[in-house]
Nanobody
Framework: QVQLVESGGGLVQAGGSLRLSCAAS????????MGWYRQAPEKQRELVAH???????NFGDSVKGRFTISRDVARSTVYLQMNSLKPEDTALYYC???????????WGQGTQVTVTS
């Protein structure tokens, strides 16, 4: 089992920046990818950014060029740096981890990001 704890959400004006963190615990050795998804009210959950154990990254189209994802393997932590934030980035951001050996997709409880115009 893997547990994920997010931090760093909050309220920011458009054009501002936030940094989200997600710390994994438990069977962290089994994780081969971590990332962030978000869900706005009445919308489907969508990919924000994703990073594999090898360091390959993938971003949702709406955040490319504005968000970066990084990881600290030693701390089993993944970070999402969000720059040039827009009101449409407002959502609940969820950390995600994939563990093939346990067959699981794990989710954090979510951290709210609100961007005001």
């Amino acid at each position: 089992q893997v547990q994920l704890v997010e931090s760093g959400g909050g309220l920011v004006q458009a054009g501002g920046s936030l940094r989200l963190s997600c710390a994994a615990s438990g069977s962290v050795f089994s994780i081969n990818a971590m990332g962030w998804y978000r869900q706005a009210p009445e919308k489907q959950r969508e990919l924000v950014a994703h990073i594999t154990l090898g360091g390959s990254t993938n971003f949702g189209d709406s955040v490319k060029g504005r968000f970066t994802i990084s990881r600290d393997v030693a701390r089993s932590t993944v970070y999402l740096q969000m720059n040039s934030l827009k009101p449409e980035d407002t959502a609940l951001y969820y950390c995600h981890a994939h563990s093939p050996s346990t067959g699981g997709n794990y989710w954090g409880q979510g951290t709210q990001v609100t961007v005001t115009s």
